[in-house]
C-alpha cells in the first residue's frame, strides 16, 4: 500500500502526536499493569549478549508505560527496538530504508510483489492467505517516500510467530516470479485476454492503485510540493509510482532493487508488547538473520542543499465536480524547507510552533486565511511535516481564485511578521501543551502499530526513537527555554520562516482538458510500447496472459503455510461489566474502566421528532454546533477553553439499524429473534440520532460539562460570516473525501432503498450529503441556513431525547454522576416534550435484564417499502469505485452469522481473484453489515459493469459448494480476529450504549459463528443472493461511462 508521507505520517509526529495514546491491559492501575513488564526489561543490561543481538540501552519510559531495549545483531549490523509493556496486542515490523531514484513505483512494486511467495511458502499470495489462517489484529505493509514497512500485530503468541515466520521469509527470501511482477506492477495484456485480437492495453494493481491516487486533487498537490521542494535526491520522484513511469519498470531493476535494499545491514526491526523478547530475538536471527553477512549500504539520503533564494513553481489538476465554488478551485502554498528531524527536541518545539500558528480559530494563520474567506480551507498540506529527512513548514490555501493568488501570498508574510512582532499568548501554549497530556494519556486499542509509525521516518534517519518517546524530557525543555527566552518561539519564526531563503511557493490551477491530456499521454505511452513490439513479440504478450490468467484461475494449495484453528479460539466473549442508573432523570450507563485519569462522556440525543424537511441539515448542525460560541463566549474563547479543559468535544449524527429488526419478514423458527428483546413488532425500525462525544482529565470534568450545558442552554447562531467559513470547508472536506473513500459512498449508495436505515445514511454521509453541502456553499445569503439552526437544536438538545454514558476509574465514574446531576440540572429548562414526526415507535430497553427500566425510543417505518435502483455518479475519475448490496437479515438473526462467514469466504477464495488478480482493481470484495445488508464492493477498479458480473459469478460460486471445510475455518479464522479485536477502554460497553447489543448477544452470535456449517452456506446463499429471491441496489461511481448511458435501467447522476 503507498503511503503518501505528507498526509498521513506527518500527521503521526506533529505536536497531536495522533495515534501515539496508550494501549491497555485490565489492571488496577496502568502503572500496575507496566510494572511486570517492566521489571523484567530491566533485567537486560547494555553489552549483553542475546542470540547473536547485543543490548545497547535499557530505558524506563514512564510516560507511556513502558521500557525500551535498543539492540544491534552483531554480524549484519540489523538494528532492533523492544518496547516492553503489559500489553496482549504484541506488535512486530521491519522498515527497510528504500530510495529510489526514479518515479517508476520499484519500491511500491517490490512491497507487493515480496508478499506474493517466498522460498519456504512458495504459494501465490501468502499474504492474503495468512489474512484468513490468523487471528491478527493488524496486518499490512506501506510504502513511504523513503522506507518500506511490514507490520502485523496480534494477541496470540503461537500467531505471532507463524505471522513472523511468513513476514521474514517474504522480505528476505521472495520468489520475486515475473508472473507476480506482471500482476502487481504492470503489463501489456489483450484487453480479452483469452481473444488474441482484442486490443493491447497496461493492466496491473499498483499501475491502477496508482492511477486512483493521483485522481485525489489534495494528494496529487502533496506529492508536487515534496518533489519540487527536495529536487534532488529521491524526494524528487514519486516512490509509490507515476502512472506513466510505471511502465518503465522491468523485472529484473525489481530484483535488483531488493538485492539492494531489503538487507539486514538496512534493516529496522520493532517489536511491542508482553510477548518475551528472547522469543523473538532466536526466531529472527534463526530464520533470517544467521544466513547473511553485514554489507555496505548505499542508502543514506543526502542533505537538500539549500537555495540561494526562493523559488515558484505552477502544476495543474482536474477540475472538480463537486467543489463548493466551481470558479475557486485553485491552491497555492508556501513551504520552507526546516531542519533535520533527527534533532528531536527542535522538530517537537517546531511541531509545537506549526500547531500554535496554524490549529483552531485563535491561531493567526486561521484568522489570517481561512476567516477572509478567500478560500474554502487549508491547502491539502500545512503545518510541520516531519516524514523527510529534513522537516518542512508549509501554509497556504485551497479553493480560491487564481486572481487571488498574490493577495494570499502577501498575507503568508504580513502574518509571519506579525507572529515575530507579537507571538503568542501564555494561555494558548498552556492549552496545546494540556492537549498533549491527554493525548499521551488516551489509551488505544493498537498502540504497537501508531508507535511504529510514530518512530519510523526518524529512526530511518539514524535517529534515536528511544529519545522521540521521552515526550516528557522535550516538555521539560519546551518550558525551560520559553523561561530563559520569552521570544523563544519568535526567534525560531525569525529563523525558519522570515529568513529562510529555501522557500518554495506552488500554486495549482484546474485544466479543463486535465483529463484529456492524461489519457492522451497513457495511449502514447502504449503505443510507444506496442510500435516496440513485432509479431512474435505479441504472440508472447498473448500466451504470457493466457498463462497469468490460468495461475489465477487455478486453486492454490496453502498447506505449506502455518495455521491456527477453530479450536484455538476463544470459546466465550470476555463480559464488560456495566451499571445502569439514572442522572437528574436521564438514563445513564456507567463503565468503570482503566482510563489513566480521563473521563469520557456521551450522550445520545434522539431524532425521532424531528420534521422531515430539517433532516438533511443535520450533519451541518453538528460539524458547526461546537464552533459557533456558546453562552457569554465566542467562538474564539469557546474553542480556548475546549483546549483547556477537555479533550476534544464533538458532535456527530448517527443511525444505528436496530439489531432484531429491519423489515416485515418471515419468522423462520423460534430462534429467529433474539428472545430477551421482549415484545418483537414485525417493521422496520432504526435508532436515529445524534452522539455527544467528549473527554477530559478527572479534575476537569466540571468545567467541560459546564461548556456542554452553555451549548444547550445558549448556543450562538448570530454570526452568518462564522458560518460561511464552516460550511466552505465543511463542504471542501466532503468533496474531497471521495476520491479516497468512493467505495463507502458507493456502498452507502446501493443500499439507501433497501432500507430504513440505509434512507437515512444516505441522507447524513452519502453522495446526497455531499451535493447537499454543494449548494449551501454556493448559496449568496446563509441567512435561511442559519434560520434552521435554532430549530433543529430544540429537538436535538433535549433532555427528555437523551441517554449518556461515562467511561471513567471507579472514582471517576462516582465523581461523574454528582457532575452530571448538576449539568442535567443547568439543562433542566430546555426539557420538553414535542410529538413524535412518525407515530409508530418501540419502547426498548437499555438494560435487557430490566425489561421495566429506561429505555431507548426506536423509529418504526410501517410504510417503508425496499426497492431496487441502479445509480451511477459520473466523476473526474481515471478508476471507478463500485457497489451491489443486498437486503438480508439483522444481526440477532440466525442467519447472521451464516452470512458473515459467507462473505469472508467469498472474498478470500473467490472474489480477490477475480477483481485483483484478474481485474486488476486495488481492492474489492464482500461485507456484511449488522444492518442486514450484504454488500460486494471493488476499490479503484479499473472495470464497472464487468465488476458486476464478477459480484454476480461470486454468488454462483458459493452456490455450487466449490468449498472446503478448510476454507470454512479460514473464513472464521478472519472474523474471528475482528470480533476479538482489543477494546479501548474508552469504548467499553458503547455496543450496549449506542446498538443494544449485549454481551449475552454478542456470544449468543459467537456460538453461531462457530456453528455454521457447509450446509448453511449453501441454504443462505440461495434463499438471499440468488438472482430471483434478492432485493438489491447498484451504485457506480466512476469515468464517463456510455455503456451505462445508453441502458435505461440506469439512474445517471
Not at 534493516?267 to 533470517?288: N, V
Not at 540561494?308 to 505552477?314: D, F, G, V
Not at 510514530?454 to 522521540?468: F, K, M, Q, R, T
Not at 482489543?982 to 462457530?1010: C, N, W, Y
Request: glycine share 6%; aromatic share 8%.
Amino acid at each position: 500500500m503507498f503511503r503518501q508521507t505528507k498526509t498521513v505520517l506527518a500527521k503521526l509526529q506533529n505536536v497531536r502526536l495522533k495515534g501515539l495514546h496508550l494501549s491497555w491491559r485490565r489492571r488496577s492501575t496502568a502503572a500496575a499493569a507496566a510494572a511486570a513488564a517492566g521489571e523484567k526489561a530491566h533485567q537486560y543490561t547494555a553489552g549483553q549478549q542475546i542470540h547473536g543481538f547485543t543490548v545497547k540501552e535499557v530505558v524506563a519510559v514512564p510516560e507511556l508505560f513502558l521500557t525500551a531495549i535498543k539492540l544491534t545483531h552483531d554480524r549484519t549490523g540489523a538494528q532492533y527496538l523492544h518496547a516492553a509493556r503489559d500489553d496482549p496486542n504484541n506488535l512486530f515490523s521491519v522498515q527497510f530504508r528504500t530510495t529510489p531514484m526514479d518515479s517508476t513505483g520499484v519500491p511500491h512494486i517490490l512491497e507487493h510483489t515480496v508478499l506474493c511467495g517466498s522460498q519456504k511458502y512458495p504459494c501465490r499470495d501468502p499474504f492474503f492467505k495468512m489474512l484468513n489462517r490468523s487471528l491478527c489484529t493488524f496486518m499490512n505493509a506501506f510504502t513511504a517516500s523513503d522506507y518500506t514497512m511490514y507490520p502485523f500485530s496480534t494477541q496470540n503468541a503461537k500467531d505471532f510467530q507463524n505471522l513472523l515466520s511468513v513476514y521474514l521469509d517474504a522480505v528476505f527470501f521472495p520468489c520475486l516470479r515475473e508472473q507476480d511482477f506482471w500482476q502487481e506492477g504492470w503489463r501489456l495484456e489483450n484487453e480479452d485476454p483469452a481473444d488474441a485480437s482484442s486490443p493491447l492495453v497496461f493492466k496491473g494493481v499498483v499501475f491502477n492503485e496508482m492511477k486512483g491516487a493521483f485522481s485525489d486533487n489534495e494528494r496529487l498537490y502533496a506529492q508536487h510540493l515534496q518533489n519540487k521542494l527536495y529536487p534532488d535526491h529521491t524526494y524528487s520522484v514519486v516512490s509509490g509510482g507515476e502512472p506513466l513511469a510505471i511502465p518503465d519498470l522491468t523485472w529484473e531493476q525489481l530484483k535488483d532493487f531488493h538485492a539492494t535494499h531489503y538487507h539486514p545491514s538496512n534493516a529496522m526491526f520493532f517489536t511491542y508488547g508482553d510477548l518475551p523478547l528472547e522469543q523473538h530475538l532466536k526466531q529472527i536471527e534463526q530464520e533470517a538473520l544467521s544466513k547473511f553477512e553485514r554489507i555496505q549500504t548505499n542508502t543514506r539520503v543526502p542533505s537538500q542543499p539549500p537555495w540561494a533564494s526562493p523559488r515558484e513553481e505552477r502544476v495543474t489538476c482536474s477540475p472538480d465536480a463537486m467543489a463548493p465554488d466551481a470558479a475557486r478551485q485553485s491552491t497555492l502554498c508556501v513551504s520552507y524547507k526546516l531542519g533535520d528531524i533527527t534533532d528531536t527536541f527542535e522538530a517537537f518545539t517546531l511541531s509545537l510552533l506549526s500547531a500554535l500558528m496554524t490549529s483552531g480559530p485563535n491561531a493567526p494563520f486561521y484568522k489570517a486565511l481561512i476567516e477572509p474567506k478567500i478560500g474554502t480551507d487549508f491547502s491539502s498540506v500545512v503545518g510541520y511535516d516531519g516524514s523527510t529527512k529534513e522537516a518542512s513548514f508549509s501554509i497556504g490555501l485551497q479553493g480560491i481564485a487564481e486572481c487571488d493568488a498574490d493577495k494570499v501570498k502577501n498575507i503568508i508574510r504580513q502574518t509571519v511578521d506579525s507572529i515575530i512582532e507579537s507571538g503568542f499568548e501564555d494561555e494558548r501554549i498552556e492549552a496545546l501543551l494540556h492537549k498533549t497530556e491527554i493525548q499521551i494519556k488516551h489509551q488505544s486499542s493498537n498502540f504497537g502499530l501508531s508507535l511504529a509509525s510514530y518512530i519510523a521516518s526518524s529512526w530511518n534517519h539514524d535517529g534515536d526513537p528511544v529519545e522521540l518517546l521521552q515526550i516528557n524530557n522535550s516538555i521539560r525543555e519546551f518550558r525551560r527555554a520559553l523561561q530563559e527566552n520569552p521570544r523563544f518561539l519568535q526567534d525560531k519564526v525569525q529563523h525558519y520562516l522570515k529568513e529562510n531563503s529555501h522557500r518554495l511557493t506552488l500554486s495549482m490551477s484546474p485544466d479543463d482538458s486535465y483529463l484529456d491530456k492524461q489519457v492522451s499521454a497513457e495511449e502514447r505511452k502504449l503505443r510507444e510500447k506496442i510500435a516496440a513490439l513485432s509479431d512474435s513479440d505479441k504472440k508472447d504478450i498473448y500466451e504470457k496472459g493466457l498463462r497469468l490468467l490460468a495461475a489465477q484461475s487455478e486453486t492454490q494449495d496453502a498447506s505449506c503455510l502455518p495455521t491456527l484453528k477453530v479450536s484455538d479460539i476463544a470459546p466465550t466473549l470476555a463480559a464488560t461489566p456495566l451499571h445502569m442508573t439514572k442522572a437528574g432523570g436521564v438514563p445513564l450507563q456507567l463503565c468503570e474502566q482503566p482510563t489513566n485519569g480521563l473521563v469520557y462522556f456521551r450522550a445520545m440525543c434522539s431524532l425521532n421528532t424531528l420534521p422531515e424537511d430539517l433532516k438533511l441539515y443535520v450533519p451541518l448542525f453538528c460539524s458547526v454546533i461546537t464552533k459557533m460560541g456558546c453562552g457569554s463566549l465566542d467562538y474564539r474563547q469557546q474553542a480556548q477553553q475546549m483546549e483547556l479543559k477537555t479533550g476534544d468535544m464533538s458532535v456527530s449524527p448517527q443511525v444505528i439499524p436496530d439489531c432484531a429488526h429491519m423489515d416485515v419478514f418471515e419468522q423462520v423458527g423460534s430462534d429467529s429473534l433474539d428472545p430477551k428483546l421482549g415484545h418483537c413488532r414485525l417493521i422496520p425500525t432504526v435508532c436515529q440520532g445524534v452522539l455527544l462525544s467528549s473527554s477530559c482529565l478527572e479534575r476537569n470534568l466540571a468545567d467541560m460539562l459546564q461548556l456542554w450545558a452553555e451549548i444547550f442552554n445558549s448556543p450562538r447562531f448570530d454570526d452568518p460570516e462564522r458560518l460561511r467559513v464552516l460550511v466552505m470547508m465543511s463542504a471542501q472536506e466532503l468533496a474531497n473525501g471521495i476520491s479516497y473513500a468512493g467505495h463507502v459512498y458507493a456502498m452507502t449508495r446501493a443500499g439507501h432503498l433497501l432500507t430504513p436505515a440505509g434512507e437515512l445514511l444516505e441522507t447524513f454521509d452519502g453522495m446526497d450529503q455531499v451535493r447537499f453541502m454543494k449548494r449551501i456553499a454556493e448559496m449568496s445569503d446563509l441567512t435561511p441556513v442559519l434560520r434552521m439552526l435554532p430549530r433543529i437544536k430544540k429537538h436535538l438538545l433535549n433532555p427528555e431525547n437523551m441517554r449518556c454514558a461515562v467511561n471513567a476509574t471507579p472514582q471517576g465514574a462516582s465523581e461523574s454522576v454528582l457532575h452530571l446531576e448538576n449539568f442535567m440540572t443547568d439543562v433542566a429548562g430546555k426539557r420538553k416534550r414535542f410529538k413524535a414526526v412518525r407515530p409508530n415507535v418501540i419502547q426498548r430497553p437499555l438494560d435487557v435484564n430490566n425489561i421495566s427500566g429506561a429505555c431507548k425510543t426506536l423509529v418504526a417505518d410501517s410504510n417503508f417499502q425496499p426497492c431496487h435502483m441502479k445509480t451511477f455518479f459520473q466523476l473526474p475519475f481515471p478508476v471507478n469505485f463500485v457497489s451491489e448490496s443486498i437486503r438480508t437479515v439483522p444481526y440477532s438473526h440466525k442467519d447472521y452469522a451464516s452470512l458473515c462467514v459467507l462473505a469472508r469466504m467469498m472474498t478470500a477464495k473467490f472474489l480477490h481473484g477475480e477483481i485483483r488478480e484478474k481485474g486488476g482493481a486495488y481492492g474489492g470484495g464482500a461485507k456484511m453489515a449488522g444492518g442486514g445488508l450484504f454488500s460486494f464492493y471493488s476499490y479503484r477498479d479499473p472495470n464497472s459493469v464487468q465488476t458486476l458480473s464478477a459480484f454476480g459469478k461470486g454468488v454462483d460460486w458459493a452456490k455450487s459448494g466449490k468449498f472446503s471445510q478448510q476454507d470454512i475455518d479460514e473464513a472464521k479464522l478472519s472474523i474471528f480476529s475482528a470480533v476479538d479485536s482489543p477494546v479501548a477502554p474508552s469504548s467499553k460497553g458503547m455496543s450496549v450504549f449506542l446498538s443494544g447489543i449485549t454481551d449475552e448477544m454478542k456470544q449468543r452470535h459467537r456460538e453461531r459463528l462457530f456453528d455454521v456449517t457447509r450446509g448453511n452456506l449453501l441454504d443462505v446463499a440461495e434463499r438471499y443472493l440468488s438472482v430471483g429471491s434478492k432485493t438489491y441496489g447498484v451504485s457506480i461511481l466512476g469515468p464517463e461511462n456510455d455503456a451505462i448511458k445508453k441502458d435505461p435501467s440506469w439512474v445517471v447522476k
